[in-house]
């Protein structure tokens, strides 16, 4: 969504939803910036929550209650996983540290929008708003101050661990500037399928192309390698990663699930499997047990053309799937619930791996015991012999590499099919 229609200027993509820092000196125009491309409701101004505890927006003694009260709607807002935009100078690291903590601790994306600005131009900012009559002169020295931090801020804030960060160089193009709202990847809440999702394939091209028959999916060959499918109306297979690996066809695998992304047919999820085969396409060494020397071996045969496409394609994946209005969510491993639909370095580790990293534990997670079934959690990454609801949750990898069965769940009618490993 675009947050406003103002004239022509940069166009600022954030991710929602976020935690936005607004970064930049008192009267640069942060807070007319914040009006004007974010809604009412997301914006937790300093200013606001000091005229909340005191009266008065420019009553510096009242800083320690505004700011505890910013600390506490913030948490609340991302606890909800809601966008969140913070209009405060944001200037010094002790103020950014606690919010930058809050989004770390509800796994929210964090992202600054620094707002540059020369002397001239502030002194003469803050001469206009006094002579409103609405506002207190802010002392030259405190802006000499803040110039200064602003400077040091923007040397600091590529070490803090912010997912995104944007400069407006003037408070021109601060005025000019739009938002566009991106959501996250893993949101495809207004998608409800049917769907039909697919457990870890592993490089088993054969089972791969019976199990889709068997769905109604037919299949062709073309030429060079390329795989054209056709659906059946309306349907979509998303499939849930460790598409490589350990299996002997794990280029055909690739080729054809690419295709049936790029043609609207499918969804794909990152595993952990793509994650490593990725690392060892950088330049990393295959580590045992993962079985990627065996894609290794078969990507030799296949261009270095051909081999960026698969670098890019693997670098796509998403870590998991939040469908159907919420009541399905997708990913690799299971994904406890208090994750979905966030986003960060241990969303995507617990997507990829499950809990209990770096593997997932052999016990059922405590959450699992009293977990209500809604969203409904389809996953794979741990074989099992046969595919069984549990309160909600399925496993699909039926270990077909292993000499078992790959599987699909059919959604909305929640029923299985699966194909042996072997004719």
Avoid at 1 to 25: I, K, N
Avoid at 54 to 81: H, K, M, Y
Avoid at 263 to 281: K, M, Q, S, T
Wanted: with cysteine; hydrophobic share 45%; glycine share 8%.
């Amino acid at each position: 969504m675009t947050a406003t229609t103002e004239q022509s200027g940069p166009t600022l993509r954030l991710p929602a939803p976020s935690l936005v820092l607004l970064v930049g000196p008192a009267g640069v125009g942060k807070s007319t910036f914040a009006r004007r491309c974010f809604a009412e409701t997301t914006i937790v101004s300093s200013d606001r929550c000091r005229a909340r505890v005191c009266d008065d927006e420019d009553d510096q003694g009242a800083t320690a209650d505004a700011f505890a009260l910013v600390d506490e709607i913030v948490a609340a807002r991302l606890r909800r996983n809601r966008l969140t935009v913070v209009d405060a100078t944001n200037l010094e690291p002790d103020a950014r540290r606690p919010l930058l903590a809050l989004a770390a601790r509800h796994h929210v994306l964090a992202v600054a929008v620094v707002f540059g600005v020369d002397r001239d131009t502030l002194l003469a900012q803050n001469a206009a708003r006094v002579a409103t009559g609405t506002r207190r002169p802010i002392p030259p020295d405190i802006l000499d101050d803040h110039l200064r931090l602003l400077e040091e801020a923007r040397q600091a804030l590529p070490r803090e661990g912010l997912a995104r960060i944007v400069t407006l160089s003037t408070p021109d193009e601060a005025r000019r500037a739009t938002v566009h709202l991106d959501p996250l990847p893993c949101d495809r809440r207004s998608e409800s399928g049917p769907f039909d999702l697919i457990g870890d394939i592993h490089g088993c091209f054969g089972a791969l192309v019976r199990l889709l028959e068997a769905l109604e999916y037919r299949v062709e060959a073309g030429a060079e390698g390329s795989w054209r499918v056709t659906p059946p109306p309306g349907r979509r297979v998303i499939f849930l990663g460790d598409l490589v690996d350990r299996g002997p066809a794990v280029t055909e695998v690739l080729a054809l699930v690419s295709a049936m992304v790029a043609d609207g047919h499918a969804l794909a999820l990152a595993g952990n499997h793509e994650a490593e085969l990725l690392r060892v396409l950088g330049g990393g060494t295959p580590r045992p047990g993962y079985g990627t020397e065996t894609s290794v071996a078969q990507l030799a045969r296949v261009p270095a053309a051909r081999i960026a496409q698969i670098t890019a394609f693997l670098g796509s994946l998403p870590d998991h799937l939040v469908l159907d209005g919420g009541r399905l969510v997708a990913a690799h491993a299971r994904l406890p619930p208090t994750l979905h639909g966030r986003a960060g370095h241990f969303v995507r580790e617990t997507a990829l791996l499950g809990e209990g990293l770096p593997a997932t534990p052999a016990a059922d997670p405590a959450w699992l015991a009293t977990y209500g079934g809604e969203p409904a959690i389809c996953y794979g990454h741990t074989p099992v012999d046969a595919s069984v609801w549990v309160n909600g949750t399925l496993n699909l990898d039926t270990g077909c590499v292993f000499g078992g069965a790959l599987t699909a769940l059919r959604y909305p009618e929640r029923t299985l099919v699966s194909v042996p490993a072997v004719d």
